[in-house]
């Protein structure tokens, strides 16, 4: 279903480039070449391009273990893809960010209450460094696009996950497996885009980390969040957001442990 910001794209925000000249490849790569051009040896410029595409590091590392926790995580990734593509942008249908994917770890994380990776208050909400340096090891594995995950968070480099992987990760979950799918994606159901999915994911952080008992409360525990741009997240949509999950049964007592 369409989500409560329907007018916040599902996209990255971007800025213009200075018209300046100053700074500009062209101009640098003909200094040097006027600098250097007179020097008795061969020059060779490179200009910065930055990481290769994630298809152009394939990872020759042994696979990682296809444990548990790691196919729950694929399952829910999948589900979760197939249920938002209609309402997401057609390039990213059938595709996920890190930033995503991290949101939705932490989510599941919440709901079962295990305690498989440690979540602080991030950038852009909960994040997980010990999650971030595990999914480096699936790409090739498990996903691609992921690559070595220098790409800028806001830039949502696609992530697509390896139907094979899916396919053995679905053998490894528990028979009762799709229940707690089912309540993970009931709570982001509505809540599909990247802005709606870390709202989520951080107004339920307050609540977990017992920062917050109330809606007004997160808001200011998140306006204090001094990694959050102040302007990111409105009271108006804290409230919306704690709304939710208050009525999808996450902010009942006790806070389960995450």
Same mark, same amino acid.
């Given at each position: 279903?369409?989500?409560?910001?329907?007018?916040?794209?599902n996209g990255p925000c971007t800025g213009e480039l200075s018209d300046s000249p100053e700074g500009r490849p062209a101009d640098v790569r003909k200094?040097?070449?006027?600098e250097l051009g007179n020097l008795d040896t061969e020059v060779i410029?490179?200009?910065p391009a930055g990481s290769p595409a994630p298809e152009d590091m394939p990872n020759r590392s042994e696979a990682p273990e296809l444990t548990v926790e790691r196919a729950e995580l694929l399952v829910l990734l999948s589900a979760f893809v197939r249920a938002a593509a209609p309402f997401r942008v057609a390039e990213r249908a059938d595709a996920l960010a890190r930033i995503e994917i991290q949101k939705l770890a932490y989510l599941l994380q919440v709901f079962t209450g295990a305690a498989t990776h440690r979540f $602080?208050?991030?950038?852009y909400g909960p994040y997980s460094h010990g999650l971030e340096r595990e999914l480096k090891d699936w790409e090739g594995h498990f996903v691609l696009g992921y690559g070595d995950a220098t790409d800028k968070v806001l830039e949502l480099q696609p992530i697509h996950l390896m139907p094979d992987a899916v396919g053995r990760a679905i053998e490894v979950v528990p028979a009762d497996y799709d229940k707690v799918v089912d309540a993970v994606l009931d709570a982001v159901d509505g809540w599909e885009s990247t802005y709606e999915l $870390?709202?989520?994911a951080t107004t339920l952080f307050t609540f977990i $980390?017992?920062?917050a008992g109330s809606a007004r409360q997160a808001y200011d525990v998140i306006a204090g969040w001094s990694h959050?741009?102040?302007h990111l997240f409105t009271a108006r949509h804290v409230a919306i957001a704690w709304e939710h999950l208050r009525s999808a049964g996450w902010l009942s007592e006790p806070a389960p442990v995450a």
């Open positions: 279903m369409q989500g409560p910001f329907a007018t916040v794209a200094i040097l070449l006027t410029l490179f200009a $602080e208050r991030g950038r $870390e709202l989520l $980390e017992g920062t959050i741009p102040s």
